[in-house]
């Protein structure tokens, strides 16, 4: 079994900056892709950031330019740090991860959500 743990949300102005981490635990034989998604009250949840376990990277078109996600593979951990954070960034954020526990089983596994208000 695998879980995901985020951190580093909160409450924070219009302009500051937020690092969220997400470290993976458990039965890991490897990570492949993690990522970041976020969703608010009534709406689905969308893809903010990716990143594969060689590095390459792809955004939301709304955060390109302020968000910047990376990963250390040696700790199983996936960072977002969000800049120049706006009150339409507020949202329950979610880190994702797509894991193989052996060599031919891969699945899904999602944290728990950590909850990000920009307000001023």
């Known amino acids: 079994q695998v879980q995901l743990v985020e951190s580093g949300g909160g409450l924070v102005q219009p302009g500051r900056s937020l690092r969220l981490s997400c470290a993976a635990s458990?039965?890991?034989?490897?990570?492949?892709?993690m990522g970041w998604y976020r969703q608010t009250p009534g709406n689905r949840r969308e893809l903010v950031a990716v990143?594969?376990?060689?590095?390459?990277?792809n955004y939301a078109d709304s955060v390109k330019g302020r968000f910047t996600i990376s990963r250390n593979n040696a700790k199983n951990t996936v960072y977002l740090q969000m800049n120049s954070l706006k009150s339409e960034d507020t949202a329950v954020y979610y880190c994702?991860?797509?894991?193989?526990?052996?060599?031919?089983?891969?699945?899904?596994?999602w944290g728990q959500g950590t909850q990000v208000t920009v307000s001023s």
């Open positions: 994702n991860a797509l894991v193989a526990t052996m060599e031919i089983y891969v699945h899904d596994y």
């Open positions: 458990g039965s890991i034989f490897s990570i492949n892709t």
């Open positions: 990143i594969s376990s060689g590095g390459s990277t």
